[in-house]
């Protein structure tokens, strides 16, 4: 079993900056694949970033529209996966979770074993 918490969310003006963090807790963190994902009202849960773990020697995938804005990175040490939010869009409101996957690298939800329960980003025009 893999315990994700999710924290960092609140409320931002557009062109903004928020920091996520999710702490994982229970088996090899470093081995997991990790993803964050958003789901605003109405709409489905879309894959936002993600990093592979260190047998997939820590590869990184973005979802388009946040390519050049968002970060993602991990703290294996810490067993602490991060995403930095740069130059924020009202269209990325929406409830962020974190997520492990033990096969490979993905962006489909249903291959991600182990969820947060997430943490509302509110960005204000």
């Known amino acids: 079993q893999v315990q994700l918490v999710e924290a960092g969310g609140g409320l931002v003006q557009a062109g903004g900056s928020l920091r996520l963090s999710c702490a994982a807790s229970g088996r090899t963190f470093s081995n997991y694949n990790m993803g964050w994902f958003r789901q605003a009202p109405g709409k489905e849960r879309e894959f936002v970033a993600g990093?592979?773990?260190?047998?997939?020697?820590?590869?990184?995938d973005y979802l388009d529209s946040v390519k050049g804005r968002f970060t993602i990175s991990r703290d294996n040490a810490k067993n602490t996966l991060y995403l930095q939010m740069n130059s924020l869009k009202p269209e990325d409101t929406a409830v962020y979770y974190c997520?492990?996957?033990?096969?490979?690298?993905?962006?489909?939800?249903?291959?991600?074993?182990?969820w947060g329960q997430g943490t509302q980003v509110t960005v204000s025009s």
């Open positions: 990093v592979a773990g260190v047998r997939w020697i820590l590869s990184k």
């Open positions: 997520a492990a996957s033990a096969r490979q690298l993905t962006r489909a939800a249903k291959d991600y074993e182990y």
